[in-house]
């Protein structure tokens, strides 16, 4: 859960029922949200700070993602420091309400008089905070509230969080490295490698009953659309039950694996099955080729959207739109229909099980985490995503198998404007507008969006 605290402020000679009635509607209209929210209560301009230390007493106990410091109406600024400035590490909403009509009459306690009194002093104090204001008569402003809140807790979570990589730097590619230093001071992200001789040895201590299980949930869920060998699932199940103990005991979130290089190279087994079984019973983010920074892309816009995201590979560019699809796989929740497989042979290959289930359409917003000269930015676009026409990757046995994509037409830039930003041949999709998240979560953590 998203955990906030919440802290209201007024004026001490503005009466403090109106006071109440104010700090009541903003604290409903939060509740409906389903926050973890902590209330610290009204703190007034007392000259003994009584009702400040008393709500700073209520913050200490929690941790928060996010400190929504609400002014009901106008309040000296001393006031409202004295309760946040113990909090200043945590990210911050400045929410001014509003008055309100009575008899035809604007009726108002000078909320705006106490947030613009507030807003450059908290800029100048280094304060990481966003500046948001209700308007008379118009539903107040929860949709912003909302996606600061969710960049917030995105922040707070990619601290704890952990990807496991087997294998480095695959195909020897350049824009899936990453900077450790800074990925764990800046990001809080722990990058953990390990080796495929782990995955090897894993996998040859795990119980007949757990390989057969899963075995059996391969063929109850997935539909062949022809014979596939008995040895090429089981294989697919030993090796992500191998990766699943890995994942379990050191509590990833996102796992990459060592694709053309490893798992193609030196043991002839395309990992498509491996990343969609690693979704299903593990929960973890997956993307190949040791795309480290396609992994914390992840991470960023799950965190910002709820959903498990894909990562989806470029292949041609149009006038008004991009093909986008994938080699071997899409994880389930992005599935339109039935999870279906294909035994397909491609180059050297004989031994691989390949998705060719439709991917859903509809609202996307793709993105792209690029760390270049030292400094970490976002690449972010939103498009309509549509099925695209039939077409096929040169490569594959006839009839040659239509692959997951789809044909994205971008809306916040030109297909030209597009390409002379684009940083990666990997974008990981979001469905719905999460541009606002992204804007805010880039703000918070200094990061230029693109």
Known sequence: MKKVGFVCFGEINTPFERLQIKHDAALEALKAMQYDLTDAGIVIDDAEYKTADTAIDILKKKEFDCLIVCVAGWVPSHAVIRVIDGFRHIPMILWGLCGWYENGHLITTADQAGTTALRPAMEAMGYTFKYIYSIVNKPLPIKKIDAYVSACHAKAALRASRVGTMGYRDMLLYGTQYEGNSMRGQFGVEVEPFEMLEMLQNAEQLAEEDIQKGIAYVKEHWQFEKECPEETIEKGVKYTLAIGKKVQERGYRAVSLIDVDG????????????????????????????????????????????????????????????????????????????????????????????????????????????????????????????????????????????????????????????????????????????????????????????
């Open 263 to 450: 798992m193609k190279k030196l043991l002839g087994f395309p990992p498509a099955m491996i990343f969609m079984l690693l979704e299903r019973w593990y929960g973890v983010l997956t993307v190949p080729e040791n795309d480290v920074m396609g992994a914390v892309t992840q991470l960023i816009l799950k965190e910002l959207s709820g959903q498990t995201v894909p990562y989806l590979e470029y292949y041609e560019f149009f006038e008004k739109s991009m093909l986008i699809g994938v080699p071997d796989f899409i994880p389930e929740p992005v599935t339109e229909g039935a999870i279906r497989v294909l035994p397909a042979a491609f180059g050297l290959l004989s031994a691989s099980l390949l998705n060719v289930s439709r991917v859903k359409t509809g609202y996307v917003t793709c993105a792209r985490l690029i760390y270049a000269n030292g400094k970490y930015r976002v690449h972010a676009y939103t498009a309509e995503a549509k099925t695209p026409e039939p077409w096929n990757e040169y490569g594959w046995d006839d009839p040659a198998p239509q692959l997951p994509s789809l044909e994205v037409f971008p809306d916040s830039c030109t297909v030209e404007e597009f390409a002379q930003k684009v940083s990666s041949q990997h974008v990981i999709v979001a469905y719905g507008n999460w541009m606002e998240e992204l804007r805010d979560f880039c703000g918070i953590m200094g990061i230029e969006l693109v």
